[in-house]
């Protein structure tokens, strides 16, 4: 096992101090690597070089055409489409802040991180305006650029790709949004010769990105310049001995929007000058599976939902994974039996990390050729770790205890919240995850689970993920979920969903299975079988709603 201090060393070349703001990262990156492919979607790709003209472009349109001010907050509300990374870095390189939102929320969701956000200007797909429209006259939105799918396509195929979402899949609602400005026309007024750029400082905020919407109101974490390129450098720093710069092509299902995606696809890529291909729809497993087979990568990162579904599906293995020597994995815990499944059919191993929105997001990362499973790896470059007890006490080493973290890339704080950031971060820099973890004495991080999906059980510690791996091992079960309930005597009892794999399986084999590996308290005392869990669109397990529908029918789902 390599030593900590040799897996966290950065060469010289990667230093979090080469660039002062990310519009200088992209300018080095789409010069060093101008004829390289920097992104393809729906079959259309860009070039670095390209990137660099439409962005410009894009950046050129905000700064003369409209009257946002550098500072200004812009939300991009876009699956993984070409036109994402363009009016991401265009609005960068003209000062702006990027709220990220995810395409598929409702109008309210949309509300409160708008008003929240104080955002003065959208990029939005047109398939997501009528949501808009229900909502806009309670928002600042001053400016409505809007686009469709095919927008960014040759002539030809962008009028049938269009006219497809819109008149044969009915993918377009009707909406009646006043003074919208087309995608396409932006770019039929704007300059590509003047290139004036705002001036950005490594401590101003770069980006705004709501979390915590899964257990209660969003909050805006706020991610600075710096905290971006440091986190940006700790990651490639892990991951260089296995992507190759300007020469590797990487799948990228995981939305943009998403923290992770973004850190990786818009960020960490790029500056290795490599490929990325967006997936618009990863649940469209088929065509997934279709890309993955023409432009056979050397890239991969999802979700272990997304590998679930990919290991067993019935096509799997007519993709040819010789070249692919990265699969990256986060955005929750990775089990064990999916994660040793997926490296026998493509005979690469999984990378699995950890890392949370405040912290841009990455944290720690399973080393290549140094991976523990059931860990989501040491902490990257630059990052310290300790685990805290419930009273604000240092634990020793193995111990469970709250993860804190303090590092570069440790957000700047929660937007116009004070007293949110303050109970996140110490005085001296820590911040408090709401995550239960152990370190081993080689510095690798266990997840233990969420504070908050803890089930209390007569007083005795019952952690869902633990519960939810054994079941999931068992080969009649496709996954699982474990809440809470409360019980008088005992104060909460465990309570499983099962997603099965087979009619045979029955209630009574899965608690037999149960009784057998674990101690009595953490048994579940109810087991519901389910078709499917509810998920994020990223595809987490959403424990609050399975919470919210045993409140509203306590004897089913």
């Not at 990374?85 to 709220?99: D, E, H, Q, R, S």
């Not at 692919?324 to 815990?333: K, Q, V």
């Not at 805290?388 to 709250?402: I, P, R």
């Not at 709401?434 to 689970?449: K, T």
Request: glycine share 8%; hydrophobic share 40%.
């Amino acid at each position: 096992m390599m030593s900590t201090e040799q897996q966290l060393q950065m060469n010289d070349e990667l230093d979090p101090d080469q660039f002062s703001s990310l519009p200088e990262l992209y300018d080095y990156a789409c010069l060093a690597y101008a004829k390289k492919s920097a992104f393809s979607a729906l079959g259309s790709t860009i070039t670095y070089s390209e990137l660099q003209e439409y962005s410009d472009a894009f950046s050129w349109y905000l700064q003369k055409k409209s009257s946002l001010k550098p500072g200004d907050r812009i939300a991009i509300q876009l699956p993984n489409v070409l036109q994402f990374p363009i009016a991401a870095i265009g609005a960068l390189k003209a000062g702006l802040v990027l709220v990220n939102t995810n395409p598929l929320y409702t109008a309210r969701e949309m509300k409160h991180q708008f008003k929240d956000s104080g955002v003065r200007a959208i990029v939005i797909l047109a398939n997501f305006c009528s949501k808009l429209e229900e909502i806009l006259p309670d928002t600042g939105i001053e400016l409505v650029i809007t686009t469709e799918l095919g927008d960014m396509l040759p002539p030809i195929r962008r009028i049938i790709v269009n006219a497809t979402a819109r008149y044969i899949k009915r993918m377009v609602p009707e909406y009646k949004i006043t003074n919208t400005t087309a995608w396409t026309s932006v770019f039929s007024t704007s300059s590509l010769t003047d290139k004036h750029r705002n001036v950005n400082s490594g401590t101003d905020t770069a980006i705004i990105l709501y979390t915590g919407g899964t257990t209660g109101i969003a909050k805006g974490a706020m991610l600075t310049h710096k905290n971006l390129l440091a986190n940006m450098m700790q990651l490639r720093a892990v991951s260089k001995s296995v992507i190759r710069d300007g020469q590797d092509t990487i799948v990228a299902p995981l939305p943009l929007y998403h923290t992770y995606a973004f850190m990786f696809h818009c960020l960490t890529m790029v500056y290795a000058g490599n490929h990325s291909v967006l997936i618009p729809n990863p649940r469209d497993v088929d065509g997934l599976l279709n890309v993955m087979r023409r432009v056979k990568p050397n890239g991969f990162v999802g979700i272990n939902t997304l590998y679930l579904a990919l290991c067993r599906h019935k096509d799997i293995l007519s993709v040819d994974f010789s070249d692919l020597r990265f699969s990256g994995a986060g955005g929750m815990a990775m089990t064990v039996n999916v994660a040793k499944e997926w490296t026998r059919i493509t005979n690469c191993e999984v990378f699995e990390g950890y890392g949370l929105t405040e912290c841009s997001p990455v944290v720690t990362v399973n080393p290549p050729g140094h991976v523990k499973l059931g860990t989501v790896g040491p902490a990257v470059p630059g990052t310290q770790l300790k685990v805290v007890s419930d009273d604000g006490q240092d634990l020793e080493q193995g111990a469970t205890g709250e993860l804190w973290v303090r590092g570069p890339q440790v957000m700047k704080g929660y937007w116009q919240n004070a007293e949110a950031t303050a109970q996140a971060i110490t005085s001296d820099g820590w911040f408090k995850t709401g995550d239960y973890a152990q370190i081993d004495s080689d510095g690798y991080v266990r997840i233990v689970d969420r504070k908050k999906d803890m089930v209390i059980v007569s007083g005795f510690n019952v952690f869902p993920s633990e519960i939810e791996e054994l079941v999931n091992s068992h080969p009649e079960v496709f996954e699982s979920a474990v809440i809470g309930i409360p019980n008088e005597k005992s104060g909460e009892l465990v309570k499983l969903f099962v997603v099965p794999k087979s009619m045979s399986l029955t209630k009574e084999q899965i608690l037999q299975f149960c009784k057998l590996n674990l101690t009595p308290y953490k048994v579940p005392k109810e087991i519901i079988f389910v078709k499917d869990l509810p998920k994020s669109n990223v595809g987490k397990i959403l424990r609050r709603e399975l919470r919210e529908r045993e409140l509203r029918n306590p004897s089913g789902v």
